[in-house]
């Protein structure tokens, strides 16, 4: 189960490379990219088992990023959206459009940890 892909979308360096070493450390394959056009791009390639993406990024918001996942590519992973702006208005438009989960920086190691597995599960008994 924890060899699972996670794509990681984050235009702070130093936050991807913190939640990296966390989810790494667990066992899973992470790739970063740093804004929704690299998202786009990857997810062309192939579809990871889970995104993790920033709500605030260049070129495409992770926001936008769940619609293009959910109505053009069609795909059921999960995506959980971490964001510093952790509005209402932000978040019920993240889980309108289809967003799994949502968490607010800064994120616990813990916490990161159980929403991924939990949402893998999810995926797994559906």
């Known amino acids: ?3 699972r892909k996670i794509l990681l979308a984050e235009d702070d360096e130093m936050l991807a490379s913190l939640l990296q070493f966390w989810l790494e450390k667990e066992g899973y394959e992470v790739g970063i990219v740093s804004n929704g056009l690299e998202v786009k791009q990857s997810l062309e390639k192939a579809l990871p088992d889970i995104m993790i993406s920033d709500i605030m990024m260049p070129y495409f918001s992770g926001i936008e990023l769940v619609g293009h996942i959910r109505n053009d590519l069609k795909a059921n992973m999960p995506i959980i959206l971490i964001s510093s702006a952790s509005n209402d208005e932000n ?3 993240a889980f309108e459009l289809g967003a799994n989960d949502f968490l607010s920086k800064p994120i ?3 916490e990161l940890l159980v929403r991924v597995s939990r949402a ?3 995926v ?3």
Do not use: H, Y
Request: aromatic share 0%; net charge positive; glycine share 0%.
């Open 1 to 3: 189960m924890r060899d």
């Open 120 to 122: 893998l599960k999810a």
């Open 124 to 126: 797994n008994t559906s």
């Open 108 to 110: 616990s190691p813990s």
């Open 91 to 93: 978040i019920l438009n």
